[in-house]
């Protein structure tokens, strides 16, 4: 577990972007990040087709992805609005 990263509880599945929102709090500030739908199946290794589903999949797999937001942190892959995608 990355100490530096806490993935927040707020997910949001947005279905017309085909990703979960979510935001981070990375040394006392909030980070807007996404994750999209393939991104989130590769990481379970399955197919995920509702919302249920869905969250419950990012919540199987919230250090991997806390993992994964540490690294573009460090990487500084902000997009233009301050937000990262993963």
């Known amino acids: 577990m990355n100490q ?4 927040n509880d707020d997910l949001n599945w947005q279905p017309a972007q ?3 929102a979510f935001s ?8 807007a990040c996404f994750i999209s739908l393939s991104q ?6 399955q197919p995920l087709v509702d919302e249920a589903n869905i969250i419950l999949a990012f919540e199987s797999v919230r250090f991997d992805i ?5 690294e573009l ?14």
Do not use: C, N
Not at 4 to 7: F, L, P, R, S, Y
Not at 40 to 45: M, N, S, V
């Open 40 to 45: 989130l199946e590769h990481l379970t290794g």
């Open 24 to 31: 981070a709090q990375w040394f006392g500030g909030q980070v």
């Open 18 to 20: 085909q990703r979960v």
């Open 4 to 7: 530096d990263i806490i993935v």
């Open 73 to 86: 942190v460090g990487q500084e892959a902000f997009g233009p609005d301050g937000s990262l995608s993963l």
């Open 66 to 70: 806390e993992e994964k937001v540490s």
